[in-house]
């Protein structure tokens, strides 16, 4: 089974039951922005915020979950993303990151292919139950678990007809632990696009939605919902 798109029928139902339609949508973009977030400090600095990668990472190993509250273990941990999301909704902020919407239009497109090609999706499947079984003995973060998510996304979704350009510092992305941490988190930011598509979203929202997914951000960070 495709390990990235668990969420089956009634669990969306049960989810959008907890919290609203916009407010799942909003997580998983906000779990995106994050993603590309952390992809671009690791590709311009070499560094990663441990506790802001941490709940991406580890959304890709779970693989039952009920919600994507659950998911990603309340809002909280996506603060970082909501701000991120917000500042990008923003027309009017002159200070917009003018890579974050190539990254979000990639991993769109990488969704779209991931969920119309069903032997990519056994691969990553069997590839990710394996490195799973890493966690019984090595921490989530660790450089061997980081690997091998690096290793399931090259083999995988490495292997669909887009392939993200990650811009950045040359000689930091010539580094193998760089460059590991820029495919694990991509896989987070797949994992996170798969599910924005399974609870409703649409890139038409954008153009139609815009005030109400930009309200929706904002009640999201001052009203924190926690699992």
């Known amino acids: 089974m495709n390990q990235l798109n668990e969420l089956n ?22 779990a995106m922005a994050q993603v590309i977030d952390q992809v671009q400090k690791v590709a311009w600095k070499g560094q990663m915020d441990d506790a802001e990668a941490m709940p991406l990472i580890n959304s890709v190993f779970k693989f039952n979950t009920d919600s994507v509250i659950e998911l990603y273990s309340g809002t909280a941990s996506l603060s970082s993303g ?6 990008q909704l923003d027309s009017n902020n002159p200070k917009k990151n003018a890579e974050f919407g190539r990254y979000m239009a990639n991993l769109f497109t990488i969704q779209k292919q991931f969920s119309n090609n069903k032997e990519i999706q056994e691969t990553l499947s069997s590839r990710i139950e394996h490195t799973k079984r890493l966690l019984d003995y090595e ?3 660790s ?16 292997n669909l007809a887009l392939r993200i350009q990650v811009h950045g510092d040359p000689q930091i ?10 495919r694990a988190l991509l896989l987070a930011g797949v994992r ?16 139609f939605n815009r005030k109400k997914l930009v309200d929706t951000t904002q009640k999201l960070l001052t009203q924190p919902i926690y699992h």
């Open 9 to 30: 029928n009634s669990a969306i139902a049960y989810c959008q039951e907890t919290i609203s339609f916009m407010e799942n949508i909003v997580l998983t973009l906000a």
């Open 82 to 87: 909501l701000r991120t999301l917000r500042a």
């Open 139 to 141: 921490d989530l973060l």
């Open 143 to 158: 450089s061997n678990v980081i690997a091998s998510l690096a290793d399931c996304y090259s083999q995988s979704i490495s």
């Open 173 to 182: 992305l010539q580094s193998k632990a760089n460059q590991d941490k820029i």
């Open 192 to 207: 996170a696009a798969v599910l924005w598509r399974q609870v409703g979203g649409k890139k038409r929202q954008f153009l």
